[in-house]
């Protein structure tokens, strides 16, 4: 099933490079897979990742490469039909065992793009689900902004009741409209933060034109089990162990490259009767035009600078393991970091759910009823609206914070 996933993927970014990007008009309601479809689809990184892959494939067949064919017409003025007057077809060729290391290295360069593009595919899916769920975060806040803007709007009815009716003073009328207006200004700041959210999806998926969202609940992103994570069962370490296996391959083409070439010759008799400048009588062989064959092997006397593209070879080799070892140290400290992270903020989420947002439910509840009925003034009543309303964003704020850790970790941890 994942290779399924990695072959669509593939067939994604091809298909973009192959066919015309369709400027998407105004869309509404898109979800968060066809963002990630689209982004797939016109990605210029994606394209540019199945380009390489085309490009690898394309200079396979360059494996077997030997140089122009030599062709020469000769012509001995003394003589008649025989070899030294004829034409000579002569190829080098390299020993097959370099034909052979070459088609194999880049076969294994055409599978490290291959890998480098489920890498970036991943990478372009993870930008665009962390933005997404960004885009959702601040969708909430601005819900939860207009449901508090409906008991502003009471709480200032309220106020102009209690006033007219000489119950309170013009004092409290003022506080009503100013907490009412402060939490305009936010609303405000929020939309703005949430059309550039919007905007910066629309650039990475790819679209031409403004798009809305099909609006769903925030909620904890499913990430699946954590445990015993291999660094090189993940896309990343695959790709790296790819990249050693590229080098290991230069380093044996490289020592093949130490074995003689071979030379293949023929000759065809070609006598040019009218070519005769001392006009002696030259007459051709009249029992066949086949006059020899030559092999021949060139061997390298010189290995200094052969011996150094096998040191050089073989020390990019180590050099990529050392890497290779650095980078499984440092993904499996930051795959460790973020699952603690995600401990935490799980817990988080957990008090949030059990104790926190029934008692912000709760002070909301009471403090309006108290109000209306007169038992406490406004500023008990504003100071314990903006306690429950701190609540609910610190939850917000808890579950944009799982998400952007759950998302992080994911990527990580994503396998082929």
């Known amino acids: 099933m994942q290779g399924n996933k990695a072959f669509k993927l593939l067939i994604l970014g091809l298909m973009a490079w192959l066919m015309p990007s369709m400027a998407m008009g105004q869309t509404a309601g898109l979800t968060l897979e066809a963002l990630v479809d689209s982004a797939l689809s016109h990605s210029p990184r994606v394209k540019a990742a199945a380009l ?3 490009k690898a494939r394309a200079l396979k067949g360059t494996a077997f490469n030997p140089p122009f064919t030599s062709v020469t017409l000769k012509q001995e003025t003394t003589g008649g039909g025989g070899p030294e007057n004829g034409v000579m077809f002569s190829q080098d060729f390299d020993f097959p065992t370099v034909y052979v290391g070459r088609h194999r290295l880049l076969s294994a360069k055409t599978a490290l793009e291959q890998r480098r593009f489920a890498v970036m595919a991943s990478e372009v899916e993870t930008e665009i689900t962390d933005a997404y769920w960004t885009a959702m975060y601040l969708a909430e806040l601005l819900a939860l902004n207009d449901s508090l803007q409906v ?5 200032c009815r309220v106020a102009a009741v209690r006033l007219e009716q ?14 009412a207006e402060k939490y305009r200004m936010e609303r405000t700041a929020l939309q703005l933060r949430y059309d550039v959210q919007l905007s910066e999806l629309q650039r990475l998926a790819g679209c031409s034109e403004p798009f809305t969202l099909a609006r769903e609940p925030l909620r904890p992103v499913e990430i699946g089990a954590v445990d015993n994570y291999d660094y090189f069962s993940t896309l990343a370490g695959l790709s790296n162990i790819e990249e050693l296996k590229v080098a290991e391959r230069e380093v044996t083409l490289a020592k093949n490259e130490f074995l003689p070439g071979i030379s ?10 009218s070519f005769n400048p001392y006009h002696i009588e030259r007459l051709p062989f009249e029992k066949g035009n086949f006059m020899g064959f030559e092999v021949g092997l060139s061997v390298p006397l010189f ?8 040191k050089a070879s073989t020390i990019e080799s180590r050099i990529l393991r050392l890497n ?6 440092r993904a499996v400290a930051e795959v460790e970091r973020l699952k603690a992270a995600l401990h935490t903020l799980s817990a988080s989420l957990d008090g949030f759910r059990t104790s926190s947002l029934p008692r912000a439910d709760e002070i909301m509840r009471l403090a309006e009823v108290s109000y209306t009925l007169g038992e406490i003034d406004y500023i008990e009543y504003i100071s314990n609206m903006e306690t429950a309303y701190d609540v609910y964003r610190e ?3 808890c579950l ?10 994911k990527r990580l941890m994503t396998c082929p």
């Open 303 to 310: 290995f200094g600078s052969n011996s150094a593209r096998v």
């Open 324 to 329: 290779m070892e650095a980078e499984e140290d």
């Open 400 to 409: 944009e914070d799982y998400n952007h850790t759950a998302v992080a970790l």
């Open 151 to 155: 008991r502003l709007q009471e709480f």
């Open 395 to 397: 939850h917000l704020q």
């Open 52 to 54: 390489q892959i085309e």
């Open 166 to 179: 000489g119950e309170s003073s013009k004092l409290e009328l003022i506080n009503a409209e100013r907490v």
């Open 264 to 273: 293949i010759g023929a000759t065809v008799q070609a006598l040019i009767k």
